[in-house]
């Protein structure tokens, strides 16, 4: 009988990453609740450990073994470095500075409220044993997941808002300004959180040498023509994300700050957009896959799932109170705080990048993990069908600018 090499398992492991979410979510006509993004997230839930490992274990430990993984986790890392460096090249900080005012009433309290919600839901979790990881210190613990409850993935909001025609319309381009400012408190927290007192050398020394870097690759880029940029970014990249990772922050961490130092305006926006859905379509589904192989029910099914659903209440409240108290002090129009409120809850991929950081580190346990993955893909399937119906009943809300 023909043993099967590795390059045939790792094959194996690919057809049904590609497969099985997308014929779910075409057959099963699933388009308008949740892009297939998120449906890929839920499959690889369903193939990890916690579902297809637990239903069938030999199964499960032939195709996704040790060798796969590693394979699978390589090309995972890669893919999400790219989709994060899009997203911080995608933040427009001069148009956030010229509506200042409005926009850091409205991103601040979209921040710092549903943090303040988050924290209190982890003070909670912590009443019980099985949610802090073994290098986690409790204040770590409490502001990490606080912070992935306030976080909005920017890609997925980009996906959804494209979806229902408001994307490029000043309502669409205001949403994308108040996440944008939220992305930069997000990866400043995440510094926080994971600052190595034993690297603290390291890391000022990674500081000094980024901003010597970004003055260097910022003058480069302006005098190379657009075909070489997309190049020279990727040197960028991957420069930036190994230079954080060794001096004990993240390669996350320098692969976001590798893009938010650049210029959109150096790339055709028609360009972006389609390289970032080639990265959806043929790379980040083996990050999907790679986090669901990571989900665990340890502690038990009903507590993560008992703990999904305090996270999603604290998700969704905090983050609607946070717009709602914008709302009231901008005076905007009524119905215009919920729309935009249910589209900044948006949690799934930057939600998951976060907490596979957090993971990663030993911060938060298997189980955190998993909460904190039902509570980003709950929260993400929400978005649409509320928001659809809100959208019609108040069409003029599309076009104000402020």
């Known amino acids: 009988m023909h043993a099967m090499t590795l390059t045939e398992t790792f094959l194996i492991a690919m057809l049904l990453i590609f497969s099985v979410p997308y014929l779910v979510w075409r057959l099963g006509r699933l388009d308008y609740w949740a892009p297939l993004v998120v449906v890929q997230i839920v499959g690889g839930v369903l193939l990890g450990p916690g579902v297809l490992g637990a239903a069938f274990p030999d199964y499960y430990a032939f195709v996704f073994s040790p060798q796969v993984i590693t394979t699978l986790n390589g090309i995972a890392w890669w893919g999400v470095m790219i989709f994060v460096w899009i997203a911080g090249i995608e933040l427009d900080l ?41 290098a986690g210190q409790p204040w770590q613990v409490v502001l990490g997941i606080g912070m992935a409850c306030a976080v909005t993935a920017l890609p997925i909001l980009v996906l959804l808002m494209d979806k229902l025609a408001i994307l490029r319309q000043p ?56 075909t070489d940029r997309w190049y020279v970014s990727l040197i960028w990249l991957a420069a930036c994300g190994f230079a954080a990772d060794w001096a004990g ?35 980040m589904p083996v ?19 008992g703990a999904a659903g305090l996270l999603l209440a604290a998700s969704v409240g905090g983050k609607l109170l946070g717009i709602g108290i914008a709302g009231r002090i901008l005076k905007w129009a009524p119905g215009e705080a ?34 904190l993955l039902l509570m980003a893909v709950a929260s993400t399937m929400l978005t649409v069908p509320i928001v659809a119906p809100r959208l019609k009943r108040v069409a003029g809300l599309v076009g104000r600018t402020s």
Do not use: C
């Open 94 to 134: 001069g148009q956030a500075w010229a509506s200042r005012r409005e926009t850091g009433i409205t991103a601040g309290l979209a921040l710092v409220t549903p943090l303040a919600f988050g924290s209190l839901a982890a003070i909670v979790m912590l009443q019980t044993p099985g949610w802090a990881g073994t």
């Open 171 to 226: 309502l669409g381009q205001r949403i994308l300004r108040y996440a944008s400012l939220d992305d930069i408190a997000i990866w400043g927290v995440l510094a926080l959180i994971l600052l190595d007192w034993e690297r603290v050398g390291r890391q000022v020394a990674f500081l000094a040498a980024f901003a010597v870097a970004t003055w260097a690759i910022r003058r480069l880029m302006q005098r190379i023509p657009e």
């Open 249 to 283: 922050l993240h390669y996350m961490v320098g692969a976001f700050l590798s893009g938010a130092v650049l210029d959109s305006k150096w790339f055709d926006e028609e360009a972006m957009d389609r390289f970032r859905a080639t990265i959806l379509l043929t790379v």
């Open 287 to 305: 990050f999907f896959l790679s986090t669901g192989l990571r989900t665990q029910w340890g502690v038990g099914g009903f507590a993560v799932f």
């Open 338 to 371: 919920s729309i935009i409120g249910w589209l900044l809850q948006t949690k799934a991929l930057i939600m998951i990048i976060f907490a596979n950081i957090l993971l990663d580190r030993q911060i938060i346990t298997n189980e955190t993990f998993t909460a």
